[in-house]
T-cell receptor
Framework: GNSVTQMEGPVTLSEEAFLTINCTYTATGYPSLFWYVQYPGEGLQLLLKATKADDKGSNKGFEATYRKETTSFHLEKGSVQVSDSAVYFCALSQNSGGSNYKLTFGKGTLLTVNP | SQTIHQWPATLVQPVGSPLSLECTVEGTSNPNLYWYRQAAGRGLQLLFYSVGIGQISSEVPQNLSASRPQDRQFILSSKKLLLSDSGFYLC?????????????FGPGTRLTVL
């Protein structure tokens, strides 16, 4: 079955540091890939997505490139801010029959950015 | 625009008591609906999904059930809660119109079973 593996946290960085959160996946066919972010006490929000190989998703200074050859979708940001402190989830979406697409999530990585 | 509501926001219930969590979506028709549970340190687990009224698919055997009495209403229930049912419950919807679809999440319900 499908699975998503992302680096264990927690990750603690100083403001303006470079961020990488690794994500690799296992899936048949060609899934779509996502990064979701969960701020404290809130639900999940889509951060960025990529639907085919070599696509780069980007939003709010975050980027991730769909690498089919390494089955990876690593999240990066050049300069993190305190407001980026949150839990980040890597996920893949694949058709499970008809119009239904299931999301498979990684376990999440807690990021804390200190001033 | 579309919005998704969940209530209650927090809930503390004794073991063995019943449960009913509600999720409603506005601004869209015939969405696919999902219930997830987020337990501490375990990421998100898909519990149920529904592609239409009265159509429920269960992902994992458990103490919970789901129902969809109306197009934009999704209910998560239990007759007798267990300690292991504690967690953060998230409802999500997607358009279900074909192709990959982004899922939009509600604010969640934090359930504590004592």
């Amino acid at each position: 079955g499908n699975s998503v593996t992302q680096m264990e946290g927690p990750v603690t960085l100083s403001e303006e540091a470079f961020l990488t959160i690794n994500c690799t996946y296992t899936a048949t066919g060609y899934p779509s890939l996502f990064w979701y972010v969960q701020y404290p006490g809130e639900g999940l929000q889509l951060l960025l997505k990529a639907t085919k190989a070599d696509d780069k998703g980007s939003n709010k200074g975050f980027e991730a490139t769909y690498r089919k050859e390494t089955t990876s979708f690593h999240l990066e940001k050049g300069s993190v801010q305190v407001s980026d402190s949150a839990v980040y989830f890597c996920a893949l979406s694949q058709n499970s029959g008809g119009s239904n697409y299931k999301l498979t999530f990684g376990k999440g990585t807690l990021l804390t950015v200190n001033p | 625009s579309q919005t998704i509501h969940q209530w209650p926001a927090t809930l503390v219930q004794p073991v063995g008591s019943p449960l009913s969590l509600e999720c409603t979506v506005e601004g869209t028709s015939n969405p696919n609906l999902y219930w997830y549970r987020q337990a501490a340190g375990r990421g998100l687990q898909l519990l149920f999904y529904s592609v239409g009224i009265g159509q429920i698919s269960s992902e994992v055997p458990q103490n919970l059930s789901a129902s969809r009495p109306q197009d934009r209403q999704f209910i998560l229930s239990s007759k007798k809660l267990l300690l292991s049912d504690s967690g953060f419950y998230l409802c999500a919807w997607e358009t279900g119109t074909g192709g990959y679809n982004e899922q939009f999440f509600g604010p969640g319900t934090r359930l504590t079973v004592l």
